[in-house]
């Protein structure tokens, strides 16, 4: 039963993920819109690359860490997170 009920809120957790602080637009002093994609654009494919590899769990907020939707969720918040470190790290704010 947890399982079926996890799997249909997964879409629910994805919008609710998604409309965080990282995501609109990022925006930078004397950048333009096309440089922000593209620095948005290569911070996206390094998180890819490193949120599978450096996933770590924190026992505090794993609820079942055998479960594929908890592991999809977990793998997607460690991603978008990269995201905004790496934005914030090249001097962008977002809104």
């Known amino acids: 039963m947890k399982k079926v009920l996890l799997a249909s809120l997964f879409p629910l957790f994805l919008?609710?993920?998604?409309?965080?602080?990282?995501?609109?637009?990022?925006?930078?002093?004397?950048?333009?819109?096309e440089m922000a994609a593209q620095d948005r654009?290569?911070?996206?494919?390094?998180?890819?690359?490193?949120?599978?590899?450096?996933?770590?769990?924190?026992?505090?907020?794993?609820?079942?860490?055998?479960s594929?939707?908890?592991?999809?969720l977990e793998s997607e918040q460690h991603q978008f997170n990269l995201v905004g470190e790496c934005m914030r790290a090249k001097g962008y704010n977002n809104f």
């Open 15 to 33: 919008l609710v993920g998604c409309s965080g602080s990282n995501s609109g637009e990022w925006s930078k002093s004397g950048m333009s819109a």
């Open 41 to 66: 654009e290569q911070c996206e494919a390094e998180s890819r690359s490193s949120a599978n590899n450096g996933l770590h769990a924190d026992p505090l907020t794993v609820v079942n860490t055998d």
């Open 68 to 72: 594929p939707v908890s592991q999809v």
